[in-house]
């Protein structure tokens, strides 16, 4: 009796938010190793030395995304991304009625994630901003802000730049996926879909990831933002001040949305619909348990 919410929609909300949880807990968490703890740790003195640290972040989000999708995916599709939902609602026949609460799962799990990392890391980020002299929620507490969400790179002067990039990165994400899942391409096979769609955001984190740190995931951003401002770090986190671009906090949302829905309908008349005019059958051996995305 006490387990029949497991076989409705309620536990698919619950998948969707461990996943989350999990792209976060290991997402954030590897940000703040590169940030906070492995500089202070005796394991090297300096942070963000360009290649090194953005290499093992962008590996660290990769492997973050597997898991969680991994981990989720037999019940709820393991989207962990609003950006990812709304794609699926608009193409591929996902209910509507469950895109609020799939979506509010997704932020509730980051949220929860950011908590995790805060609690785990927080002698490393207190030491951090004690040793740079850093007062939390001033301009100069981007460093350690970043650990749990984006922000736009200095050489951007207005909100134009950080918007198409959050709208080209999710695009190639939400493509890339539908290429991933697609049975009549050539989708991976033994279950292979959400490792691979880890080096997906590997490789956007690489060739897409500095301008405004490559979110391209609504609730990965304004879950631990949201939990960034109540752990005080003020207007750096809501509503997104950075002196080059201010009110920032609406173009990780906003972008991610719009890229993600052009990304599936440009898959899908560049690529979809010509399969199924050539003809294309559905690939026979297809893992079809454990997949990436069901409503496919």
């Known amino acids: ?30 940000v703040a190793m590169a940030v906070a703890a492995l500089n202070q740790s005796g394991r090297g003195p300096a942070i963000f030395d360009a290649s090194g640290d953005w290499l093992i972040i962008g590996w660290g989000w990769g492997f973050a995304v597997a898991f969680g999708v991994y981990v989720a995916g037999g019940i709820s599709g393991a989207h962990i991304n ?15 009625r469950k895109v609020p609460g799939y979506i509010a799962a997704q932020v509730v799990g980051a949220f929860l994630g950011a908590l995790l990392v805060y609690v785990v890391y927080k002698g490393a980020i207190d030491s951090y901003d004690r040793a740079h002299d850093i007062t939390r929620g001033d301009p100069d507490s981007v460093t350690t802000f970043s ?49 691979i769609i880890g080096f997906v955001v590997v490789a956007i984190g690489l060739s897409y990831g500095a301008n405004a740190g490559y979110a391209i995931n609504p609730a990965r951003d304004f879950g631990p933002r949201l939990f960034a401002w109540i752990a005080g770090w003020g207007k750096v986190a809501i509503p997104g001040d950075y002196g080059n671009v201010n009110n ?8 991610p ?39 496919t």
Not at 6 to 26: M, N, S
Not at 82 to 96: C, D, M, N
Not at 164 to 179: C, E, K, P, R, S
Not at 280 to 292: H, L, S, Y
């Open 248 to 255: 920032y906090m609406w173009i990780p949302i906003v972008g």
């Open 1 to 30: 009796m006490f387990s029949s919410w497991r076989r409705t929609t309620v536990g698919e909300y619950a998948a969707e938010l461990i996943g989350t949880f999990i792209l976060i807990a290991f997402g954030d968490g590897v």
């Open 147 to 195: 650990i749990f969400a984006t922000f736009p790179a200095k050489y951007l002067g207005n909100w134009v730049g950080p918007f198409v990039d959050q709208v080209v990165g999710t695009a190639f994400l939400v493509a890339f996926i539908f290429a991933l899942i697609d049975e009549r391409n050539q989708p991976p096979k033994a279950n292979l879909a959400p490792l």
């Open 257 to 295: 949305m719009l890229g993600g829905v052009i990304g599936a309908y440009v898959y899908d008349l560049g690529i979809g619909k010509t399969l199924f005019a050539r003809g294309e059958e559905p690939a026979p051996d297809v893992q079809t348990r454990g997949r990436t995305v069901e409503e």
């Open 82 to 96: 609003p950006a990812v939902t709304l794609a699926l609602a608009t193409r591929r026949g996902f209910e509507w």
